[in-house]
């Protein structure tokens, strides 16, 4: 009996997890890096297959979904985000979607705190200035976290992994988060569930960790950079649309606000000529808050051919996006 075939995205797919996926399926890949997939890619070579493995930068539109035909049955990205797949389609057709939201919060977490250290004590610049030879003055001095007041916008896995990281460690004198209800893990740190509007104007630290759907787009607006503090830090390990990145940019401009870490921007990669690049209050990172590391990249890869593993062999999908 022929093996199902299974479509792979792209080519950064670690070897072992290919092999895994093998033994199972008839493999295809598209011999391009991540980024540089097309849906043309996808069009020209998904009729057919019982499953697709991507990631989050690839567009799984209805075209897509209706090229394939009825063979598909998974798709399966490599992310947590899935803000490129059409799930009106996907839901229609009874497909299922993973992702690998259990292995990605941890690892966003624990970047987002060391991006908003370096960010608000200044650490790329004074560690530029030391290599050329300066010694730091207080024009490079920055706010700690002690006694200050932390707000997380949007507080899904990585929100509340940032909350429980945070909070044992730093003297925070409060914790705010807005969600789309209250969260019973942040109301054990005792943080405080309130309006985007009263977050932003209360907090000195204010991190973006919100999913990107229709209205979550632009949550920090140019009117609510207006509600900041001038000693205001943001920081956005979400996706770059959450923010309004023009707003953002006259705000720093302007020295309305303090700084931004951002690990997501638009677009990305974010052009060499945008103001960002040469701002001193920003650090910038090209989105790896959530796989630059040896093991996550491995272990959020085996946990989304887990997924099509486990609908192939009609078993519960240890990480399946519900729609
Ligand atoms: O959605 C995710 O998993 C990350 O943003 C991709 O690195």
């Not at 401009?253 to 921007?265: F, K, N, P, S, T």
């Amino acid at each position: 009996m022929p093996k199902p075939q299974l479509l792979v995205s792209h080519n950064e797919i670690p070897q072992a997890v290919i092999d895994s996926l093998t033994e199972k399926f008839d493999v295809q890949i598209i011999d391009k890096p991540m980024k540089a997939t097309t849906k043309q890619d996808l069009l020209e070579n998904i009729a057919g297959k019982f499953g697709l493995f991507f990631s989050y930068t690839t567009v799984v539109d209805e075209d897509v979904i209706n090229t394939a035909g009825p063979s598909l049955k998974v798709i399966s990205t490599t992310s947590m985000g899935y803000e490129s797949v059409d799930l009106d389609a996907v839901k229609k057709r009874g497909i299922v979607l993973g992702n690998t939201v259990l292995e990605t919060a941890q690892i966003v977490a624990e970047c987002t705190i060391g991006l908003l250290i370096a960010t608000t004590r200044n650490f790329l610049n004074v560690n530029k200035q030391m290599k050329s030879g300066i010694l730091p003055t207080a024009t490079s001095f920055g706010m700690g976290l002690t006694n200050s007041v932390v707000g997380i916008i949007g507080c899904g896995n990585i929100g509340i992994a940032v909350a429980q990281m945070l909070w044992p460690a730093f003297k925070l004198s409060e914790l705010l988060y807005t969600s789309r209800k209250p969260k019973s893990e942040m109301e054990c740190l005792g943080g405080q569930f309130v309006s985007v509007d009263d977050l932003v104007r209360r907090s000195d630290f204010i991190i973006v960790t919100a999913v990107l759907v229709p209205e979550t787009k632009f949550i920090i607006n140019k009117d609510r950079l207006a509600l900041m503090k001038p000693n205001a830090v943001v920081i956005n390990v979400g996706r770059g649309l959450l923010i309004d990145q023009n707003a953002l940019i006259d705000a720093l401009q302007e020295h309305r606000i303090r700084g931004a870490g951002l690990d997501v921007m638009t677009p990305e990669p974010l052009p060499l000529d945008s103001p960002l690049m040469t701002m001193e209050s920003v650090v910038l990172l090209p989105h790896i808050a959530g796989r630059n590391t040896f093991e996550a990249s491995m272990r959020k890869a085996q946990l989304a051919a887990d997924n099509i593993l486990a609908v192939l062999n009609n078993q519960p999908v240890p990480c399946e996006v519900k729609l």
